[in-house]
C-alpha cells in the first residue's frame, strides 16, 4: 500500500509537470511523444538512446523521438525557462547558490555538433568529446541543473560550412567558456531563481571579467582560483605563505558521505576598489581571498577569491565554497539516472533539445526526493528512484584595506 501511495504521488507530480510545460509543444501528438521520451529518460532502461527508449514508449522504431529532437517545432529554451521556474519554486530559497561548470561528452567521428579532441576533466584526459557549461542551482533544500550552453571550438565557428552541417545557427560565433558562463549567469539573474551566490571552479574563478560581472550584478562569489593568481600584485600563494599558525581554523565546508567535510581555513581581507561596494561614503561589500589546507595533507591547499556583504562570516564563505561540489553531484546522477550523456544526436538542435529534457528529468527527481525527505518518507520512493543520490564565526585577515590597491599587509585578526 505505501508503494502504491508513492507511485501515484510521483506519477500526479511528473503529470504536473508535462502539464507546466505542454503548452511548449504544439500539437497533442507532440506532447505524447515529448511525455515518453521524458518517461523513458526516467526509467530503468539499459542505455538510454533512441531504440531503447523507443523500445520503452511502445514504439515500432525510434523515428518519432528523432523528430522531436531534431525537427519538430519547439523551442528547448522556453522549456528551460520552465524548468528554471519550476526550481525555483519547489527548491529555491533566498540564499541559493548558482554553481558554474563544464562537463564532457565523450563522443566518435567529426560531425557531432562541437566535437573535438579536447581536454575533459570527465575523462580527465584530452579526448574526442563535446564539452557543456552547466549551471546548477543549490538550495539546503536540494539542487539541480538549471541552464546549459555547448561549448563550440574555432575549429567550428571559423568554419561555417561544418557549421551549417550540424544546423548550428550562423550567428553563433566562438565565444570562451568564460563567456558562456557570463551567460548562464545572466539568465539566472533574469529568471524566477532567488539567488544571492554563484560558486565556480579556478577555470571560471581565475577570469576577471566573470568576477566583474557578478560584482556588479549585486551577488557575492567564492570562486576558486589557482594558486598563481595575482591578488593586488603578489600571487595568491605567496599572501598565504605569510600566514600564522593562528590564522588557521578547522571548519567544515559541509557534510560528505563520511560526514562533515573539515579542513583548515585561513582569510585574508582585500582593498575595497569599487563605487558599486559602497552606499554614499560607507563601504557595504568586501573582498576577501580564502585558503583551504588539507588537515591531514597540509601540502594541499586550494585558493579562492570571495565578495560577499560585510557582516558575512569566513564560515558562511565557506559554506558557499562547499557547495560547489554540488555540481558535480548533480553530472553524476542525471548521466546515471537520466541519460543526459546517452544521446545519439549530432546536429546543434538535438544537443540542446535532450539535454533539456534530460535536466528536466533530473529536476523532478530532484524535488521527489526533497519533499519525500521534508516528509521524513524517504523510504516510500519506489524503485528505480530509490537510488537517486539526493537521498541524503570566523574571523579574517586583513590585506590593506582601502579604496585603492596597496602593498601585501601583515596578517592581523579582524572581526
Request: overall charge positive; hydrophobic content about 40%; some cysteine.
Amino acid at each position: 500500500m505505501i508503494d502504491e501511495y508513492a507511485d501515484v504521488t510521483w506519477e500526479r507530480e511528473l503529470d504536473a509537470l508535462f502539464l507546466c510545460i505542454g503548452h511548449r509543444f504544439g500539437r497533442a501528438d507532440l506532447r505524447r511523444r515529448m511525455r515518453d521520451y521524458v518517461r523513458g529518460l526516467l526509467a530503468p532502461v539499459g542505455r538510454k538512446n533512441g531504440w531503447q527508449l523507443a523500445e520503452f514508449a511502445g514504439h515500432r522504431t525510434p523515428d518519432g523521438f528523432q523528430r522531436l529532437l531534431n525537427a519538430a517545432s519547439w523551442d528547448a529554451d522556453d522549456v528551460r525557462d520552465d524548468l528554471q521556474a519550476y526550481v525555483a519554486e519547489r527548491l529555491g530559497e533566498d540564499g541559493g547558490v548558482l554553481v558554474i561548470d563544464d562537463t564532457g561528452f565523450v563522443k566518435k567521428g567529426t560531425t557531432s555538433a562541437g566535437v573535438q579532441r579536447q581536454y575533459s576533466g570527465t575523462a580527465g584526459r584530452t579526448e574526442n568529446c563535446q564539452i557543456g557549461v552547466f549551471a546548477a542551482y543549490a538550495t539546503t533544500r536540494g539542487r539541480a541543473l538549471v541552464d546549459r550552453e555547448l561549448y563550440l571550438p574555432k575549429s567550428w565557428t571559423d568554419d561555417r560550412e561544418r557549421c551549417r552541417a550540424a544546423k548550428v545557427p550562423d550567428e553563433r560565433a566562438f565565444a570562451t567558456k568564460g563567456q558562456l558562463a557570463k551567460r548562464l549567469v545572466l539568465r539566472a539573474l533574469a529568471s524566477d531563481l532567488p539567488l544571492a551566490w554563484v560558486a565556480a571552479d579556478a577555470a571560471y574563478g581565475q577570469e576577471g571579467r566573470f568576477r566583474r560581472l557578478i560584482e556588479q550584478s549585486g551577488l557575492g562569489y567564492v570562486l576558486a582560483v589557482p594558486k598563481s593568481q595575482q591578488v593586488f600584485g603578489p600571487r595568491i600563494d605567496h599572501l598565504f605563505a605569510q600566514a600564522p599558525d593562528e590564522a588557521w581554523e578547522t571548519i567544515s565546508c559541509g557534510d560528505g558521505a563520511k560526514g562533515p567535510r573539515l579542513y583548515h581555513w585561513a582569510a585574508l581581507e582585500l582593498p575595497t576598489v569599487a563605487e558599486f561596494d559602497y552606499q554614499g561614503d560607507t563601504p557595504v561589500r568586501r573582498r576577501r581571498a580564502l585558503a583551504r589546507r588539507s588537515i591531514s595533507k597540509p601540502d594541499e591547499i586550494a585558493y579562492f577569491l570571495a565578495y560577499a556583504p560585510r557582516e558575512t562570516t569566513v564560515a558562511d564563505l565557506v559554506r558557499v565554497a562547499g557547495t560547489r561540489w554540488q555540481i558535480e553531484e548533480c553530472f553524476q546522477a542525471a548521466k546515471n539516472e537520466c541519460g543526459l550523456d546517452q544521446y545519439e544526436v549530432r546536429r546543434y538542435v538535438g544537443w540542446y533539445r535532450h539535454i533539456t529534457l534530460a535536466m528536466l528529468a533530473h529536476a523532478y527527481l530532484a524535488v521527489m526526493a526533497t519533499d519525500a525527505a521534508e516528509k521524513g518518507a524517504a523510504e516510500t520512493l519506489p524503485a528505480p528512484w530509490h537510488r537517486s543520490p539526493w537521498q541524503k564565526s570566523a574571523g579574517s585577515w586583513r590585506f590593506a584595506p582601502a579604496r585603492t590597491a596597496k602593498p601585501a599587509g601583515r596578517f592581523a585578526r579582524t572581526p
